[in-house]
């Protein structure tokens, strides 16, 4: 299995819901990554986890929080959101946090806030 | 912050023509990476080059890496249709294998 996958594919909420966003590889990687990209713009870092704990925190807002809770699952937990966090959020993952990994991405979840 | 800057930043070719995109980017890297990413979907990684390697093939890509001017170029040859997509290439800086993308080139190759 050499895939990323994400869940769910698209999702809509208001500013005031409780959601969350899923990510899970069985590839053994030990590395994953949330990245948030806006329309026609490069993907921008979030958060980075090396074997479950969390290793950058890119000054995200707190309304993001991220969760590793095993080495194949990768959350991310969404609350208060404004409607500028409407974006694509990509989950990514490699063999480790070391230098010259490829990353591999996940299709990504389409959000819409309200 | 963003590292690399791309042009062009679009670019429309016909089957069977080359089509080279240029990447450049403020400071010292490990390595350069491209990305292929199709219409909102997730990205493809395509081929990586360490600061130390001038120039890289794979299959139809060519990569080079000019670390005194701090740019890469990527060369894709005999393009196809299956080929349009937007193209980021990637610094990675530091220790711990963050990636930083460049503004990105929008590839369309018509039949």
């Given at each position: 299995d050499t895939e990323v996958t994400q869940t769910p594919k698209h999702l809509v909420m208001g500013m005031t819901n409780k959601k969350s966003l899923k990510c899970e590889q069985h590839m053994g990687h030990r590395a994953m990554y949330w990245y948030k990209q806006k329309a026609k713009k490069p993907p921008e870092l979030m958060f980075v986890y090396s074997y479950e704990k969390l290793s950058i925190n890119e000054s995200v807002p707190s309304r993001f929080s991220p969760e590793c809770p095993n080495s194949s699952l990768l959350n991310l937990h969404l609350h208060a959101l404004?409607?500028?966090?409407?974006?694509?959020?990509?989950?990514?993952?490699?063999?480790?946090?070391?230098?010259s990994n490829e990353q591999f991405f996940g299709p990504g979840t389409r959000l819409t806030v309200l | 912050?963003?590292?690399?800057?791309?042009?062009?930043?679009?670019?429309?070719i016909q089957?069977?023509?080359?089509?080279?995109?240029n990447c450049s980017y403020k400071t010292s890297i490990n390595n350069l990476q491209w990305?292929?990413?199709?219409?909102?979907?997730?990205l493809v990684h395509l081929i990586l080059i360490r600061s130390n390697e001038r120039?890289?093939?794979?299959?139809?890509?060519?990569?080079?890496?000019?670390?005194?001017?701090?740019?890469?170029?990527?060369?894709?040859?005999a393009s196809r249709a299956a080929d349009t997509a937007s193209y980021f290439c990637a610094t990675e800086t530091g220790t711990a294998s963050k990636l930083t993308f460049g503004t990105g080139t929008r590839l369309q190759v018509t039949l």
């Open positions: 404004q409607p500028e966090d409407s974006a694509l959020y990509l989950c990514a993952s490699s063999l480790r946090l070391a230098i | 912050s963003q590292q690399g800057e791309e042009d062009p930043q679009a670019l429309s089957e069977g023509e080359n089509a080279t995109m990305y292929r990413q199709n219409s909102g979907r997730g120039e890289k093939h794979s299959g139809r890509l060519r990569v080079t890496l000019d670390t005194s001017k701090k740019s890469s170029s990527l060369l894709i040859t």
